[in-house]
């Protein structure tokens, strides 16, 4: 795969060599759903988060495609697909993902969600398990209470005016000038200043902004994060899991990828060092061999319907305990192949599975 040498101060990146994979369009329930769809092989779904589209995995879906079937669809209220008045929550999404494959023809998917799209992406699991092969989650959120302030402001009255303001030409050029200062001076959120534009773009109309804040009010509050997948966790165990993070994310902080990974038995989790919300822009060349990795070490998992029904009788790990203060487990360290570590170090962990924190919100339905 060519690849653009990095700069001093830069990101490696990709050199994108193939066309650009246009949108297609099917109509599900009434509604059309845009989506991107390329190559041939086992099917990899890859969803992204919320503001966002498809155009978020567009340098990764050409070299996903040699070996892979992979769908990319742009969740309904986002990118090119109808934005209606109507249910926005996770549980929703991942009905639409599974409905979506259905006229696709497609059985069973590899799941990777971004952000959002790993809430989605976990909720498709729980509630599709028969369809799901391995879970990838990036910047997943639904781990912890934590999430950027501008998301919980962004949740309060008064918002669909806020967003609204940012179209006018003064109060876009003042959010540019601050977002370039975030990154000059070298914070969190400044690592994913392109993204963060592009994101203010991407809500040109009142349909956009509030299927946005639909989303948005579904998972976030102004104390944070609403939706946990902490409490079913146990039920990835013999589920491949990879866990992918920014250590500098401050949209969906990074300390949630340890509570994830500890909840989660048997995952892997790779942290890109100096990466914020979008690993997978900051050094998409190491994210493309990670994750390809993941897909050719690990078999798909098939769980029958009774293994499935044992697993929801068993409660979890610890059903039926006192509860009691978690014990850190020491996690096993070891370097990456050098075709992994790209541009950052990487840190690689399995586990066993310990108990997670106690979830102070509601779960995912």
């Not at 060519?2 to 329930?29: D, F, N, T, W």
């Not at 769809?37 to 988060?49: D, N, S, T």
């Not at 669809?73 to 549980?91: A, E, F, Q, T, W």
């Not at 098939?302 to 039926?320: C, H, K, N, T, V």
Request: aromatic residues 6%; hydrophobic residues 40%.
């Amino acid at each position: 795969m060519a690849s653009i040498p990095p700069q001093p101060g830069e990101h490696a990146q990709l050199r994108v060599i193939h066309k650009s994979i246009p949108r297609q369009y099917r109509v599900v329930h009434g509604h059309r759903w845009a989506f991107r769809m390329a190559g041939k092989g086992p099917a990899v779904l890859l969803i992204h988060g919320i503001g966002d589209s498809s155009d978020t995995w567009a340098d990764l879906i050409p070299e996903l495609a040699r070996h892979y079937t992979v769908i990319a669809p742009d969740l309904l209220g986002h990118g090119s697909s109808d934005k209606p008045r109507g249910d926005y929550s996770v549980p929703a999404y991942a009905n639409g993902m599974r409905d979506l494959l259905g006229v696709l023809g497609i059985d069973k998917v590899t799941l990777v969600g971004h952000s959002l799209g790993g809430g989605v992406a976990m909720q498709f699991t729980y509630q599709f398990p028969e369809r799901t092969e391995r879970l990838a989650l990036v910047s997943t959120g639904g781990v912890g209470r934590g999430v950027t302030p501008a998301l919980r402001a962004a949740s309060l009255p008064g918002a669909h005016l806020v967003l609204s303001s940012l179209r006018l030409p003064t109060v876009r050029t003042q959010t540019v000038m601050a977002i370039r200062l975030l990154k000059l001076l070298d914070t969190g959120l400044g690592q994913d200043a392109p993204d963060l534009l592009r994101l203010v773009d991407a809500l040109p109309d009142a349909a956009s902004r509030d299927a946005f804040i639909r989303t948005l009010r579904a998972v976030v509050d102004w104390r944070g994060q609403v939706v946990t997948m902490l409490d079913r966790c146990y039920l990835t165990a013999g589920m491949p899991t990879l866990l992918v993070w920014g250590s500098r994310d401050q949209v969906v902080p990074a300390q949630h990828a340890e509570a994830a990974h500890a909840a989660m038995p048997g995952s892997r989790l790779e942290v890109f060092e100096g990466a914020g919300h979008f690993p997978f822009h900051t050094d998409p060349q190491r994210f493309l061999a990670v994750l390809e990795d993941f897909i050719a070490t690990t078999e798909p998992v098939i769980r029958s319907a009774e293994e499935w029904r044992e697993m929801l009788r068993s409660g979890g790990p610890d059903a039926g305990a006192p509860t009691r203060p978690r014990t850190a487990v020491p996690a096993a360290r070891r370097e990456s192949p050098t075709s992994l570590r790209g541009s950052g170090s990487s840190v690689s962990r399995s586990t066993a599975g310990t108990q997670a924190p106690q979830p102070p919100r509601r779960s995912l339905r």
